[in-house]
């Protein structure tokens, strides 16, 4: 067995259908009185209840999270918590509002309790992000990873088809470059390879209903478990290209990694055989690049960059961008190659 280092991070996991009413008690164990409740616009209604939830732990709702974490936007959030005296935030919903409840804590070190909507598992990282003049940087810091994480699968019952199908991809890509990071371990391959079979398996029975909550379950358990792959270790090349796809060229962050995750994989594939029969295993598919590919093909998501807005001349810049910087992936990185892979993910070639 090779060597590795396995450092844990801090988790608090509280799991299951209803798990949300178990809120004010985490809050409690927090010794926190005020609560600065944060979500999207959209489902601004559940972030009412949930500040209803909390009855007079609740300081307030701030509604305003969208992609990305606009500086402006963490400033504006930073402020009313300030305002409202706040003395921890409740993020619920997905990446976004995780990432907004993080921009507050990287300041105050407020602590957050994420309750998350979708399967993009940044809760379970000390992962943070912001935009400031349309450059999105992003940093570790402890501070920044929630100290208590609520799954309630009940929550992720409205998800959209389009966004379970492209946000599972999304966790599936977390587990599948955990599994050939060089900072790997056995536990997180462990993590890795259970994330991707249990993500993968709920999605044909949401396909067939989409409110199943036993498959919702599943899918959000997987997504725990790849978020924590996040979390632990580098990742390689499919997130650096999803990073600047999603970045330089805004596309949507998780239709993006279900597009370039086939094959980003194939690319990989010579550098990590054993990883990708793991891949390939978990998914119950003969390749990992095709079995990444039919999954996203067979539930609907979109498996062309050109599908998802990405403008031909850029793939030129793309693949630049790519090669920039060095970073561990278990391929070199090769230009030619990598601007091979954009044509292959702009068209939507399944991967041989
Ligand atoms: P998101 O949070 O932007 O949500 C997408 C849309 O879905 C929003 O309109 C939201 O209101 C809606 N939505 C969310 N949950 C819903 C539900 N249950 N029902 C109905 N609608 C719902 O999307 P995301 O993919 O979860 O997150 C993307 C962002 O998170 C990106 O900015 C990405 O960079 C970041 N991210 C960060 C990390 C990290 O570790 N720091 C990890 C993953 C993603």
Redesign the pocket.
């Known amino acids: 067995m090779k060597s590795f280092l396995y450092q844990a991070l801090p988790m608090r996991v509280v799991f299951g259908a209803g798990a949300l009413a178990q809120l004010p008690r985490e809050v409690e164990a927090l010794g926190a009185r005020r609560a600065l409740v944060l ?5 601004e209604a ?1 972030a009412r209840r949930v500040a209803a939830l909390l009855g007079e732990r609740a300081a307030g709702v701030f509604p305003q ?5 606009p500086i402006e936007t963490a400033r504006a959030a930073r402020a009313e918590a300030l305002r409202v005296g706040a003395d921890c935030a409740i993020a619920v ?7 907004l409840g ?1 921009a507050i804590a990287l300041e105050s070190a407020l602590p957050i309790v994420a309750v ?14 912001l935009t400031e003049a349309g450059v ?1 940087k ?1 940093g570790r810091d402890p501070k ?1 990873l929630p100290r208590s994480v609520i799954y309630d699968p009940e ?6 088809w389009r ?1 379970t199908v ?2 599972g991809m ?1 966790a599936i890509a ?1 587990a599948a470059e955990g599994l050939y990071a060089h900072d790997g371990s056995p536990i997180i391959a462990l993590m890795a390879e259970e994330g991707i079979r249990a993500t993968a398996a709920a999605m044909p029975r949401l396909g067939a209903d989409p409110l199943d909550l036993e498959a919702r379950g599943e899918a959000l358990y997987g997504a725990w478990l790849c ?1 924590a792959v ?2 632990a270790v580098a990742m390689g090349l499919h997130h650096k290209l999803c ?1 600047t796809l ?1 970045g330089t060229f805004n596309l ?3 239709e993006v990694h279900g597009v370039v995750l086939p094959h980003a994989l194939a690319y990989n594939a010579p550098g990590a055989p054993d990883a990708m029969s793991r891949v390939a295993r978990a998914l119950g598919a003969p390749s990992a690049a095709r079995g990444a590919y039919d999954l996203a093909q067979r539930h609907g998501a979109p498996v062309s960059l050109k599908a998802i807005g990405m403008p031909v001349d850029g793939l030129d810049r793309a693949a630049d961008l790519a090669v920039q910087n060095a970073y561990p992936n278990p391929r070199p990185l090769e230009r030619a190659a990598i601007r091979d892979l954009l044509q292959r993910a702009y068209d939507g070639a399944r991967p041989d």
């Open positions: 979500s999207t616009p959209e489902p559940s999270a969208v992609m990305h974490v919903g997905g990446g976004s509002t995780t990432g993080k998350p909507t979708t399967y993009a598992g940044s809760e379970m990282t000390p992962i943070y992000g999105k992003t920044v929550l992720t019952r409205t998800l959209p966004l492209t946000s999304n977390h978020g996040l979390g990073h999603g949507p962050h998780a």
